[in-house]
């Protein structure tokens, strides 16, 4: 069994999770040790404990540590790919992509740590002198989903060591293997002093309350749905903590009728059903302007009835399976939901089999619906997507921002005019211009506004706004 890694010590848990391979139920990836509340409050005894001294190391001791990491990653993508694929269900080669991301992440903020600088004020008073400096937060709680079982705990761990901060990390119950496997990269290649990092896996009932509610977390960041985003949110904030949240997503795909129809349906297929359409970023409304409405609609249904849904590890697989039981069982609701409402169901959304039992449902794409329909106003989280018919630009641009999300948005056109107006007026926190809604890059701010997310943005420089902590010093000499 797999055990957790608390205080510098590899330790049973209270309880095992077996790991089950999407694609084939009879496989068990793995058995995980499964912490209880006092665990977790322990790993944040020895996160505390440990986040001085840690600090107190020169940043390039700590950019050399992440850097031995992410060669170890970079080094095993194809086995460490082949796991991820394995326990979640996406295809290989995005598996292997999604490590090859984390490891750079991971090379990234290794140059980071070395270019944290602070700032000298011009001053006010005569002979004061102001300068702003950033210290680590201190120690930072980790949360993180299922659906990027590598690259989410890469972008929030990385930085957070970087700064000086130590780490308690709770991976998503559903793929402790990929988190297993990173936490035991994180201790070992990057021989970090103990305490300063903390695996725990278990449930969020148990070691996910902890980490909202302890008082020595002094941030915690958390990427999930929604619901669990909020009230974490609001326990951190009841007691003054930091928190970022990274939360649902409803992403519009615009496709105009300038649009390079083969591009905008390659955007539009990789962006809503690559990955299992198992991504907050993922475009669930393509939002189609009247005259190239049918021509897309009939090449997307083309373009899916090629595609390969099997195992996610076998060549020739396009889409894998759907994660678990549960999130089928939703995704078959919403398709449900959906032509109850009056939509209808052009392609897919058919649960089938396939030489393993597991959960395949082929891509769905439901036609003639109204973006006032549920189906249009929340999260799926599958490989289905509606389509919404616009007249116009002005029409589309006012469909797409009437959500209570905001975090990617998309258009499809050859017109400069719409391509500068969408990126000024979309209400998202990301907008992408003929390139999918999901897929982003490392160095670059990643976030949503409205109910997608909360408080500072994630990866890149910007990251180093959660992770640290301003103060501001005035000194007269
Ligand atoms: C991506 O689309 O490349 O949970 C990243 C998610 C996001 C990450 C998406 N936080 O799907």
Request: aromatic share 8%; hydrophobic share 40%.
């Amino acid at each position: 069994m797999n055990k957790n890694y608390i205080a510098g010590e590899w330790l049973d848990g209270v309880s095992i999770n077996r790991n089950i391979n999407p694609s084939n139920l009879d496989d068990v990836v793995g058995e995980y040790a499964r912490a209880d509340t006092s665990q977790a409050e322990l790993a944040v005894d020895a996160a505390f404990d440990a986040q001085p001294g840690w600090a107190c190391l020169s940043a390039e001791r700590r950019g050399d540590a992440l850097d031995r990491i992410g060669s170890e990653i970079l080094a095993r993508k194809e086995e460490l790919g082949f796991l991820l694929s394995r326990e979640e269900g996406k295809t290989l080669a995005e598996g292997i992509g999604e490590v090859t991301r984390a490891g750079r992440v991971f090379k990234f903020f290794a140059g980071e740590a070395l270019r944290l600088s602070g700032e000298r004020l011009a001053n006010i008073r005569p002979g004061v002198e102001a300068e702003v400096r950033r210290e680590p937060e201190g120690v930072v709680g980790i949360i993180t989903p299922w659906n990027f079982p590598i690259a989410i705990p890469a972008w929030k761990i990385a930085p957070a060591l970087a700064y000086g901060n130590s780490v308690v990390f709770k991976p998503a119950d559903l793929v402790p293997g990929s988190a297993w496997a990173l936490a035991e990269i994180i201790v070992r290649a990057g021989q970090l002093p103990a305490g300063v990092f903390n695996l725990v896996m278990g449930p969020g009932s148990q070691v996910g309350n902890v980490l909202a509610k302890n008082p020595k977390v002094k941030a915690l960041t958390f990427t999930g749905s929604t619901q669990t985003g909020r009230s974490v949110g609001m326990e951190c904030m009841s007691r003054g903590a930091k928190v970022q949240l990274e939360m649902g997503g409803k992403n519009p795909l615009i496709i105009l009728n300038d649009a390079d129809l083969d591009l905008a349906v390659e955007v539009a297929v990789q962006g809503a059903f690559y990955s299992t359409g198992q991504r907050c970023t993922a475009s669930s409304r393509f939002i189609v302007e009247s005259a190239i409405h049918d021509r897309f609609v009939q090449a997307v249904i083309e373009r899916l009835s090629g595609m390969t849904v099997d195992d996610a590890v076998k060549a020739g697989t396009d889409i894998g399976p759907v994660v678990s039981a549960s999130q089928l069982d939703q995704d078959c609701d919403y398709i449900d939901i959906a032509k109850r409402e009056g939509g209808k169901l052009a392609f897919g959304g058919d649960r089938v089999e396939r030489a393993t039992r597991g959960y395949y449902l082929t891509p769905a794409l439901i036609v003639d619906t109204e973006n006032h329909m549920r189906i249009n106003r929340e999260e799926v989280f599958g490989p289905v997507a509606s389509v919404v018919r616009a007249r116009d630009y002005e029409d589309a641009l006012r469909l797409a921002n009437d959500t209570e999300f905001g975090l990617s948005s998309g258009i499809c056109t050859t017109s400069l005019k719409y391509a500068s107006d969408f990126k000024a007026r979309s209400t998202a926190g990301m907008v992408m211009v003929n390139v999918p809604t999901a897929g982003v890059d490392y160095n670059a701010p990643f976030g949503g506004r409205k109910a997608s997310s909360y408080g500072a943005r994630e990866q890149g420089p910007f990251a180093r706004e959660f992770y640290t902590a301003i103060k501001t010093t005035y000194t007269q000499a």
